[in-house]
């Protein structure tokens, strides 16, 4: 994989979570007890989150200065300063946020 595609996985899951708001704003609002209709918020929060992390590693390449030709892999992000495993495998918003910021402190969230 190449930091680009993480750019690209946001994109594909906002446009998931546009046609899922677009589903969810059909149910009337007697139906929001509704099962189907709790499975589709939760998946819709669910990838909002992915959103979130895809865009925070696509940003954290780019300000690293991370070639847009390179697979990402533990030895080549080590060449750009990077810890894959502590600073990139992760799914936690806040360590990826403080890493970036650590990256570019003046950074708009």
Known sequence: ????????????HKQACR???????TYAEE?????????LVISLYYLSGYII??????????VCGYSTEVE???????NFGINYRK????????KLQNFLDSKVPD???
Request: proline share 2%; aromatic share 10%; net charge neutral.
């Open 72 to 78: 990402i892999d533990e030895d080549e992000c080590k």
């Open 31 to 39: 139906r929001e007890n509704d099962e189907n209709y709790k499975h």
């Open 87 to 94: 600073k990139i495998r992760v799914h936690c918003f806040h």
């Open 53 to 62: 992390e895809c865009s925070l590693k696509f940003k954290i390449f780019e």
């Open 107 to 109: 950074i708009s969230h």
């Open 1 to 12: 994989m190449k930091y680009p595609e993480y750019l690209s996985s946001a994109r594909r």
């Open 19 to 25: 046609v899922l708001k677009e589903k969810l704003d």
